[in-house]
């Protein structure tokens, strides 16, 4: 299960804030190979779930922006993560890892 959260605020207290915030809750598989007789594995995980973003800033008419209104975007979707990498073990329970994807 992946838990991930995001948020930024640019140009704080100034006509042109923004603040974004993305969030997703994920679950999926992983599947794990061991590499020969190393304390290495390789690794692959497929995850699906929800994401939600929200982005709140001035009003845009094309490349002008406009302070005195405010313009917000406030939606859900599904999300899908897919990735690869090494799980190094350090123990049966404790390891290091690094994925990209």
């Known amino acids: 299960m992946h838990?991930?959260?995001?948020?930024?605020r640019n140009d704080k207290d100034e006509p042109v804030e923004i603040v974004k915030a993305l969030g997703n809750i994920l679950a999926g598989l992983q599947y794990w190979?061991?590499?020969?007789?190393?304390?290495?594995?390789?690794?692959?995980t497929v995850e699906i779930g929800g994401t939600y973003y929200y982005e709140t800033g001035p009003k845009r008419y094309g490349p002008y922006i406009d302070p005195s209104e405010?313009?917000?975007i406030d939606d859900y979707?599904?999300?899908i993560s897919i990735r690869t990498g090494?799980?190094?073990?350090?123990?049966q329970?404790?390891?290091f890892f690094g994925e990209a994807g």
């Open 3 to 8: 838990l991930g959260y995001y948020a930024s």
């Open 33 to 44: 190979y061991q590499l020969k007789q190393l304390p290495l594995s390789w690794t692959g």
């Open 70 to 72: 405010s313009e917000t």
């Open 77 to 79: 979707g599904s999300g």
């Open 86 to 91: 090494l799980l190094c073990h350090l123990s």
């Open 93 to 95: 329970a404790i390891g």
